[in-house]
């Protein structure tokens, strides 16, 4: 067993980070750093067995499956076979059963504190210039994401309630901390989709400490409460939140700051579902809340008229059109979901057990971080901004890059600033007001829903029925 704190250890982590990370051809060995993996290894246990799948080299192997268009473990393994085979180190068994079962021995906190250790090492070198004001900004959203259909994936992540069993999927619940002038993720947390307890506001309940202090927190109209101003408050974290249908405005009443605008008292609710009543009554009385109206007069928006809740009460500072374009700043954790969920391929996940498919998650909110890392570079390298750098680009552009880094060792240097230079010609396309009507043009192949389990229908045809 090898102690994860002794000097062979700390001697193996910088061995990896340059054989596994950087010589495979994967440019991360310069974004993941020392830091990041002692953090992660800190998390075990004692030690681990010397073998080949060590912590690391599982890390690495996973981190490439992930990134990669087929996410067979087959596929990941014969990496690390062609791997060794160039190293000049003796190939490693074809199977997958030891990958897998490395990957399973690993705990969760292994690859949970990797991601979000990179995300916070991101966000922490964010140029002022990126900031807002001067202030560091945070996109909370929340999504799903399906995942393979085993029985232990069922009764951790079920269905949704109306689906028949044997037809539909698991389904979780999943929500992330974005960092606006990076794009990073700070954190994840991950639910049934339905039940008592399981939302995407009481995962933030697990969050709230991600938010530095003097920050300021986007939220739609599903964060726009009492409880939550509150808790963020207690931080010294501001908010801008869509303001909910569910509470009533009169900008007749409170400290008139301009035409629609206004701050007003919100007293503290009388039911309380979150909290412990001794802590719910230590809670203020009420909170002074900023309430402003913004009409918005672009052809092709849903909304017309933009009412925004905030902790932001200085009008003069922050004007109510300030406010109103960095809430629309808040569709980029739209698109960054949209980039790990469909450019990664996060939305459907492929582990068959409950445990898997969080460590399936946490590495592709690794890989996200690290490929936004390599733009944050490309965008401080040539003087951009990191959100109007393309992620596909990048994505392609380092995939094409790869073959490269993997037979080029002795010009990596350059190669990498070549990749930094590319990485930053590719620009999110300026075309602001843009809207598009949501359907799609392609047609999908006729094929019939499976509307009964799969061994019934194939029972039913061993039969001579005809199955429509």
Same mark, same amino acid.
């Given at each position: 067993?090898?102690?994860?704190?002794? =000097?062979?250890?700390?001697?193996?982590?910088?061995?990896?980070?340059?054989?596994?990370?950087?010589?495979?051809?994967?440019?991360?060995?310069?974004?993941?750093?020392?830091?990041?993996?002692?953090?992660?290894?800190?998390?075990?246990?004692?030690?681990?067995?010397?073998?080949?799948?060590?912590?690391?080299?599982?890390?690495?192997?996973?981190?490439? &499956?992930?990134?990669?268009?087929?996410?067979?473990?087959?596929?990941?393994?014969?990496?690390?076979?062609?791997?060794?085979?160039?190293?000049?180190?003796?190939?490693?068994?074809?199977?997958?059963?030891?990958?897998?079962?490395?990957?399973?021995?690993?705990?969760?906190?292994?690859?949970?504190?990797?991601?979000?250790?990179?995300?916070?090492?991101?966000?922490?070198?964010?140029?002022?210039?990126?900031?807002?004001?001067?202030?560091?900004?945070?996109?909370?959203?929340?999504?799903?994401?399906?995942?393979?259909?085993?029985?232990?994936?069922?009764?951790?992540?079920?269905?949704?309630?109306? &689906?028949?069993?044997?037809?539909?999927?698991?389904?979780?619940?999943?929500?992330?901390?974005?960092?606006?002038?990076?794009?990073?993720?700070?954190?994840?947390?991950?639910?049934?989709?339905?039940?008592?307890?399981?939302?995407?506001?009481?995962?933030?309940?697990?969050?709230?400490?991600?938010?530095?202090?003097?920050?300021?927190?986007?939220?739609?109209?599903?964060?726009?409460?009492?409880?939550?101003?509150?808790?963020?408050?207690?931080?010294?974290?501001?908010?801008?939140? %869509?303001?909910?249908? %569910?509470?009533?405005?009169?900008?007749?009443? =409170?400290?008139?700051?301009?035409?629609?605008?206004?701050?007003?008292?919100?007293?503290?609710?009388?039911?309380?579902?979150?909290?412990?009543?001794?802590?719910?009554?230590?809670?203020?009385?009420?909170?002074?809340?900023?309430?402003?109206?913004?009409?918005?007069?672009?052809?092709?928006?849903?909304?017309?008229?933009?009412?925004?809740?905030?902790?932001?009460?200085?009008?003069?500072?922050?004007?109510?059109?300030?406010?109103?374009?960095?809430?629309?700043?808040?569709?980029?954790?739209?698109?960054?979901?949209?980039?790990?969920?469909?450019?990664?391929?996060?939305?459907?996940?492929?582990?068959?057990?409950?445990?898997?498919?969080?460590?399936?998650?946490?590495?592709?909110?690794?890989?996200?971080?690290?490929?936004?890392?390599?733009?944050?570079?490309?965008?401080?390298?040539?003087?951009?901004?990191?959100?109007?750098?393309?992620?596909?680009?990048?994505?392609?552009?380092?995939?094409?890059?790869?073959?490269?880094?993997?037979?080029?060792?002795?010009?990596?240097? &350059?190669?990498?600033?070549?990749?930094?230079?590319?990485?930053?010609?590719?620009?999110?396309?300026?075309?602001?007001?843009?809207?598009?009507?949501?359907?799609?043009?392609?047609?999908?192949?006729?094929?019939?829903?499976?509307?009964?389990?799969?061994?019934?229908?194939?029972?039913?045809?061993?039969?001579?029925?005809?199955?429509?």
């Amino acid at each position: 067993m090898r102690s994860i704190t002794d =000097g062979r250890c700390r001697s193996q982590i910088s061995f990896l980070r340059r054989q596994f990370l950087q010589d495979d051809g994967l440019p991360f060995g310069d974004v993941l750093s020392a830091a990041t993996l002692s953090r992660a290894l800190a998390t075990l246990e004692g030690g681990w067995v010397d073998r080949i799948y060590t912590p690391l080299t599982t890390l690495w192997v996973f981190l490439g &499956q992930v990134l990669s268009a087929d996410h067979s473990c087959r596929a990941a393994v014969a990496r690390l076979i062609a791997h060794r085979t160039a190293q000049g180190q003796s190939r490693c068994s074809a199977e997958t059963g030891a990958y897998c079962q490395a990957r399973k021995r690993l705990p969760e906190a292994f690859f949970a504190e990797a991601a979000r250790e990179s995300g916070r090492s991101l966000d922490s070198r964010a140029k002022k210039e990126w900031l807002w004001m001067g202030r560091r900004v945070y996109i909370y959203d929340g999504s799903t994401v399906q995942m393979a259909d085993t029985p232990e994936n069922q009764a951790a992540y079920p269905q949704v309630s109306n &689906q028949q069993p044997g037809i539909g999927f698991p389904i979780a619940r999943i929500a992330a901390v974005f960092s606006l002038s990076c794009g990073a993720i700070l954190d994840v947390g991950v639910c049934r989709y339905a039940g008592k307890g399981q939302s995407e506001l009481r995962l933030l309940l697990n969050m709230l400490d991600v938010f530095c202090s003097d920050s300021v927190v986007l939220g739609d109209r599903l964060m726009c409460s009492w409880n939550n101003f509150v808790l963020l408050q207690q931080r010294g974290v501001d908010a801008v939140f %869509h303001f909910t249908v %569910h509470r009533a405005t009169d900008f007749r009443l =409170g400290e008139r700051l301009g035409p629609s605008d206004h701050v007003v008292a919100w007293p503290r609710p009388s039911s309380n579902r979150l909290f412990p009543w001794k802590q719910f009554m230590a809670m203020p009385d009420s909170i002074r809340v900023r309430e402003c109206r913004v009409r918005i007069a672009r052809p092709g928006f849903r909304s017309k008229v933009l009412v925004l809740a905030t902790t932001l009460l200085d009008a003069k500072r922050y004007p109510k059109e300030a406010l109103a374009e960095l809430y629309r700043a808040r569709w980029n954790a739209e698109l960054d979901l949209r980039s790990v969920k469909t450019t990664l391929q996060m939305d459907v996940l492929r582990c068959k057990t409950p445990e898997l498919v969080r460590k399936e998650i946490w590495t592709h909110v690794l890989a996200y971080n690290l490929i936004r890392t390599v733009m944050a570079q490309a965008a401080i390298r040539h003087g951009a901004q990191p959100r109007i750098i393309s992620f596909k680009g990048a994505v392609q552009t380092l995939e094409a890059f790869q073959p490269l880094f993997a037979a080029c060792r002795s010009c990596r240097r &350059q190669l990498y600033d070549e990749l930094l230079a590319a990485v930053a010609a590719h620009r999110v396309g300026d075309r602001p007001d843009r809207y598009e009507p949501r359907h799609l043009k392609r047609r999908k192949k006729r094929y019939d829903l499976l509307t009964r389990p799969r061994h019934v229908l194939k029972s039913l045809m061993a039969k001579g029925v005809i199955v429509n």
